[in-house]
């Protein structure tokens, strides 16, 4: 285990998450409290010169943030929602949710489900531009420029295999090797660090080459944000750096913040059962420019990956202005104009959508494990979670019992089902699985398919469905006992809505079908 450099922020700065929470006020013109306060452990930056080039290094910054845990009250701009880093301009802000659909939130953070009509590609990034039209890469290799109302106007081939795009000031599309998706082998080649899409200008910076050309991509994976004068920023996902390249593609300045968990490569290990396994610590998880005009960049602290550290950066000098602890590692982060940073529910800010804007889960009829079939049509007027698994996925081993007890805890309610659809492509697999285990919720057989038709980025994948088979929530990945408390939370509001619109429509309760609206 490395020593922690930055212990001093912890209890600070969770000290002061407590604070707010007490200061913050939900109610207009009430006061929330301090937003920053000064840190007494604070120390000068260490600032160099190499060349032209500063190098500023901010391990104890002058302030302290504090995260307000109260849902603003006025405009703000959603900069990560999850985890993932959004699109955002004077329209709001655009993000892929967990299984790759894109939505926008509004200054107000209502969300809005956006239709891309992609002729069945899957995005793995998206670009807004001000003109209102967005950019995507997809997860085959292609860029394609969407119109307004979300209409193909072109392709073209994405710049890396795994781009991450973004659309700076000027209207241009940019790449960046995607710290999301890795692919083996990596390609060897000397293409730019970042460039822009379908121009002939670049920022001249080439690629690091790793002593191991399989870990290419992994070495070069990271953020890109844009400077108002045309220059742009890049965190290395693996590396404690955040760089500023001119307008010219000069180097004006290299931050860090004295954190040990990055590497300058990766390296093959093995764990302790003697598999190999990929050395690395993730380090910056999202860069982007807030409405304030700084960078804020969200990072993972050292030896942590269930918290989540964020640092406010100054975009002329490279000086940590200000930080803080957050209590995850995808958080859900929104900032008004005077800085303020607010922590949200992420779930709450999904659930929030009407039910008439909800999208239909695309239908399925599987083999089931007792020999029938399984059907969502035969589950309609029930509130439905959806969990898609294999046997060889690790974090499905550990998240099912984790749901199959959060599904016998709603045995009371009639109008709740939970199955599990098993992408294995040997039923044989899954069904030993179950059986290991005792579980008697119904089980269907993808057999390898499901992916292509519900374009879920990894597993496991977790759905919860309405009574009309509208997607209310999705969950990719497995985040542990908040995540399955979250998904109760988002079952019980569910169910709790099906009740109140049963009582206004002078229904009983119980089921509800094609006649509520």
Not at 28 to 41: F, H, K, Q, T, V
Not at 401 to 414: T, V
């Amino acid at each position: 285990m490395r020593q922690r450099r930055w212990g001093w922020i912890v209890g600070v700065a969770a000290a002061l998450l407590v604070a707010g929470a007490l200061y913050s006020s939900g109610g207009a013109g009430e006061s929330r409290g301090p937003s920053i306060l000064p840190n007494p452990n604070a120390r000068a930056p260490e600032v160099t010169a190499s060349g032209s080039v500063l190098h500023v290094v901010t391990e104890a910054p002058a302030e302290v943030l504090v995260v307000d845990t109260v849902p603003p009250t006025e405009d703000v701009t959603l900069l990560w929602f999850e985890g993932r880093g959004t699109a955002t301009s004077s329209l709001g802000s655009v993000v892929l949710d967990a299984a790759a659909a894109p939505i926008r939130f509004d200054h107000r953070l209502r969300p809005e489900r956006l239709r891309f009509r992609l002729d069945g590609r899957e995005p793995a990034s998206v670009a807004q531009s001000a003109d209102g039209t967005f950019w995507v890469a997809t997860t085959e290799g292609s860029l394609i420029h969407l119109d307004a109302r979300g209409a193909i106007a072109d392709t073209a081939a994405a710049t890396f295999d795994f781009s991450q795009v973004t659309a700076d000031p000027a209207g241009r599309v940019w790449a960046v090797r995607s710290p999301e998706q890795f692919s083996f082998p990596f390609r060897f080649d000397p293409e730019p660090l970042i460039q822009p899409v379908g121009h002939t200008d670049s920022i001249d910076v080439l690629a690091r080459r790793p002593h191991n050309p399989i870990f290419l991509h992994l070495v070069n994976a990271g953020r890109i944000a844009f400077a108002e004068d045309g220059g742009v920023f890049y965190a290395p996902f693996i590396r404690d750096e955040i760089i500023r390249f001119s307008p010219d593609g000069d180097t004006v300045w290299v931050a860090s913040r004295g954190m040990q968990h990055g590497v300058e490569e990766p390296s093959f290990g093995r764990d302790d059962a003697g598999q190999p396994v990929l050395d690395y610590a993730p380090v910056n998880l999202g860069l982007q420019i807030g409405p304030d005009g700084l960078l804020y960049v969200l990072s993972t602290p050292e030896n942590s990956t269930t918290e989540g550290r964020l640092d406010v950066i100054d975009p002329d000098s490279g000086m940590v202005r200000r930080t803080a602890v957050l209590p995850t590692s995808i958080p859900t982060l929104a900032v008004d104009e005077t800085g303020r940073v607010y922590l949200l529910d992420d779930f709450r800010l999904l659930t929030g959508t009407a039910p008439a804007e909800r999208e239909a889960l695309a239908p399925f009829d599987l083999e089931e494990k007792q020999g029938g079939r399984l059907r969502l049509a035969d589950y309609e007027g029930s509130v439905v979670l959806i969990n898609f698994w294999a046997s060889w996925c690790l974090p499905c081993r550990e998240e099912m019992p984790a749901l199959n007890a959060l599904a016998e805890s709603f045995d009371d309610e009639e109008s709740f089902a939970f199955i599990s659809l098993s992408d294995d492509v040997q039923p044989d697999k899954a069904i030993a699985f179950i059986d290991e285990l005792g579980f008697t919720f119904p089980v269907g057989f993808g057999k390898g398919k499901l992916r292509q038709e519900y374009h879920y980025l990894g597993l496991p994948f977790t759905v919860l469905v309405d009574a009309e088979g509208h997607i209310v929530q999705r969950w990719s990945g497995f985040a542990g006992e908040d995540q399955i408390a979250a998904v109760r939370n988002v079952i019980r509001t569910e169910l709790d809505r099906m009740t109140d619109v049963a009582q206004a429509s002078g229904q009983s309760g119980g089921h509800m079908h094609h006649e509520m609206h």
